[in-house]
């Protein structure tokens, strides 16, 4: 017999670019891309209602054995007190849908680091998310793929692995090199692998050399001085930083180093919380002990609470500028402008 697929995939993470790839396969397996449209429906978390979500899962597929829907932000309407009824017609819901479907739930989270468990876990979305517990109990039915970003060094490894992916080599310099440029932009980091190795012409591996010539380097040190001076609260500076870099770079990549920086800052907040210091942090997220070092020194400007606010808002904002909402730069204006002023952490 054919092995049984599940039904709900729920995608969990901040890596966009893992996210994104297993959403194409799932729609690369629906035939010719012709097909592949006429059975996928798209759904956004800001928008969506449980008919709409109902009549798009139970719509039978079109000469093809499964439909796609895929949901984006998918369990924003469901969040928060007073959900408790329509949170269980959602999960009700997921119980009947027919094998036909393929549902992809697509949640935003991010991992933390567990003083308790000395280990790393999912920020909101872990194992006693009303969700997830879902999933454990639904069986064959639902998979949980989870997509967390690289941390620290472990994106040399993604590089490496990536650039194996797309047929080609890069040397350990190489991808060291590209590591300090992208951070841990996985999407970025895909988009400049794949133009390296059109430069090599994928016949020999991509060097550091190639790397320094083709790559433009992130603004590191500027986005630390905008990230210091939001824990000033100094308004006018930070947002002449933000305005500065987006004199010259798109807000695509800013808004995922602004973002990258207050994960790491979460991050290392979380291990001298819970005792650790500048050694620690340099262990558990693979960095460079200068980097941990100006990161605890940054740190010290943020509480705990703040910082998680302050990650959970910017994911929020990356969702809904991808998803036709306030356009990114002018919601990191508005950001600033509440962080600085203290309304809201």
């Given at each position: 017999m054919p092995e049984e697929k599940p039904i709900v995939y729920i995608l969990r993470g901040d890596d966009q670019e893992?996210?994104?790839?297993?959403?194409?396969?799932?729609?690369?397996s629906l035939g010719s891309p012709d097909m592949a449209d006429m059975n996928t429906s798209h759904l956004e978390g800001n928008s969506y209602s449980l008919n709409d979500l109902r009549s798009a899962a139970l719509a039978l597929p079109f000469l093809t054995e499964r439909r796609l829907v895929i949901v984006e932000d998918a369990i924003k309407p469901y969040a928060g007190n007073g959900k408790q009824k329509i949170r269980q017609e959602f999960l009700t819901l997921l119980d009947s849908l027919p094998p036909s479907t393929g549902l992809v739930l697509v949640v935003q989270d991010?991992?933390?680091?567990?003083s308790k468990t000395k280990g790393w876990d999912w920020s909101?979305?872990?194992?006693?998310?009303?969700?997830?517990?879902?999933?454990?109990?639904?069986?064959?039915r639902a998979i949980v793929?989870?997509?967390?970003?690289?941390?620290?060094?472990?994106?040399?490894?993604?590089?490496?692995?990536?650039?194996?992916?797309?047929g080609g080599a890069i040397s350990p310099q190489a991808a060291n090199k590209l590591s300090d440029f992208v951070g841990s932009n996985t999407l970025r980091a895909s988009q400049e692998i794949t133009k390296l190795l059109t430069y090599v012409n994928f016949a020999r591996p991509i060097e550091h050399d190639d790397v320094e010539q083709l790559t433009t380097e992130d603004r590191e040190s500027d986005i630390f001085e905008l990230v210091d001076a939001i824990g000033r609260r100094d308004g006018a500076k930070?947002?002449?930083?933000?305005?500065?870099?987006?004199?010259?770079?798109?807000?695509?990549?800013?808004?995922?180093?602004?973002?990258?920086?207050?994960r790491l800052l979460l991050q290392t907040k979380e291990i001298t919380v819970g005792g650790g210091n500048e050694h620690?942090?340099?262990?558990?997220?693979?960095l460079h002990p200068f980097v941990a070092r100006k990161l605890v020194e940054q740190g010290n400007k943020f509480d705990l609470a703040g910082l998680e606010t302050i990650y959970h808002r910017l994911l929020e904002i990356d969702?809904?500028?991808?998803?036709?909402?306030?356009?990114?730069?002018?919601?990191?204006?508005?950001?600033?402008?509440?962080?600085?002023?203290?309304?809201?952490?």
């Open positions: 893992a996210i994104e790839g297993h959403i194409q396969t799932f729609y690369e991010f991992m933390k680091y567990n909101s979305v872990h194992d006693q998310h009303w969700l997830i517990k879902w999933s454990k109990n639904a069986g064959t793929i989870d997509c967390p970003l690289p941390r620290g060094r472990d994106m040399e490894n993604w590089i490496k692995n990536k650039t194996v992916d797309l930070a947002l002449e930083m933000l305005h500065l870099l987006l004199e010259v770079s798109d807000v695509i990549p800013i808004f995922s180093m602004i973002t990258r920086q207050f620690n942090v340099a262990q558990r997220l693979h969702v809904d500028h991808k998803t036709g909402g306030m356009p990114g730069d002018m919601a990191l204006d508005v950001l600033i402008a509440q962080l600085t002023e203290g309304l809201v952490y």
